[in-house]
């Protein structure tokens, strides 16, 4: 499957996906505005907590193709962060007090300068979470040690499974994906990733495999620790149940199976104030692959830079103006208040 | 004739206005519902997934539908949704079938 930029399809173009989220009032039954929703909440202009990590995506190259990407990673992507840009990351970084630095993708570990920003990371005393799509590691010889490597710098490692079988896995993530999953895995819990009292924390994200919304995060985690452990002795910590938002090949994907408009009115049937006061956008600063920021990873993929003029690339970095500014808000943040809350870090409210 | 059919999907989302005509037992009916479905002895899963085998035994549309999306969305997949299915055939095949056993006993008392 080719990414849909490779495709030249309609839906890689940002500007075009704001358009499909916003239909003009005579296009018919447009949904509420999500900024009408906030003032409702009393929570409009949207303003940040203290800034508490900093999540850099370090560029849209991926080993897969999954169906419900934001941020239509492949292997055809070839926009990857640079050494350089990781140094103004870096600077930035020793400016704050910032604990946590959360590195994604595209696939992070397929980039060359990869394990030196992990290293610089940790000589900063800061943590550093990865997401790893697990297949990666049994990919290619060259990132068998990868467990090691993470081990040795305390990551926490957080890796997407949407179901303890192959059958909903491998619809949304490929063909052969869980199998390769679960060889990743064994090989993580072999370091000591997921397995208690080791200190190396292992999560796992549920997303869900199509047009609903995730079901209870303790049920599900309760479910997947059972079944992963007693059908593929794999054992992991805590699991994440994250929506899926309306952006890229998700959109593609409701907009292709006519569930466009349903899925939008679940979404918004299900808005939890409880869960937009809490929104990661608050306490999370998104740095894309060419250094500009954004509130989180899915305003980056619709080119929704930071409302602060002054400070919308990482070298210009200007903590006190970014954490006094308004918050960007569109129709596709109904993922993240919809029922339990979504974010990096599983449900909110 | 228009292709309309007796069932509209439309339909299952004005399930509540059933209340209109007799309110109290409406109110009655979905308070008692929403406490059957809460988690309790059974996990809200286990309760959706007995719920969707029993929609097909008693062949609701409207359930079949509510509950297919409610156990995607507790996790469940393909194959634990038709295993479910089958309980549900298992049952009221083997209902069918026992009661053949009272047959078996007057057959016996009627012939030599």
Known sequence: MKSLHAQHHVLSDSAYQLTVLNPAEAAGAAFPSFASKLRETGLLPLRPTPLAVLQVNMGKMCNQVCKHC??????????????A?????????????????????????MNPDFRWFVEQISAQGRQTIVRCNLTIIVANKKYHDLPQFFARHGVRVVSSLPHFAAARTDAQR????????????????EVGYG?????LNLDLVYNPSGAFLPGNQASLEREFKQRLGREHQVQFNNLLAITNLPVSRFLDYLLESNNYASY?????????????????????LSVG???????????QMLELLVAVPTSQHIRNFNQQALEARNIVVNQHCYGCTAGAGSSCGGATA | MSDASYYNPADLAKFGKISEWQPEMGRKFFDYYGEVFKEGALSEREKSLIALAV???VQCPYCIDAYTSDALQKGADEAQMMEAVHVGAAIKGGATLVHATMMMNKAKELSM
């Open chain 1, 264 to 284: 939008m009115d679940k979404l918004v049937q299900a808005y939890n104030p409880a869960a937009a006061e809490n929104v990661m956008c608050r306490s999370t």
């Open chain 1, 85 to 109: 840009t990781m140094q103004e990351c870096l600077d930035a970084l020793a400016q704050t007090d910032i604990q946590v630095v959360d590195l994604t993708g595209g696939a992070p570990e």
């Open chain 1, 195 to 199: 397995i208690e009292g080791s200190g």
């Open chain 1, 174 to 189: 490929g063909e052969g994906v869980f199998d390769r999953s679960m060889r990743a895995l064994h090989m993580l819990n």
């Open chain 2, 55 to 57: 929609a097909h035994v």
């Open chain 1, 70 to 83: 934001h941020v239509d990673a492949g292997p055809d992507r070839t926009e990857i962060m640079t050494r």
């Open chain 1, 289 to 299: 692959w060419d250094g500009q920021l954004y509130d989180c990873d899915f305003n």
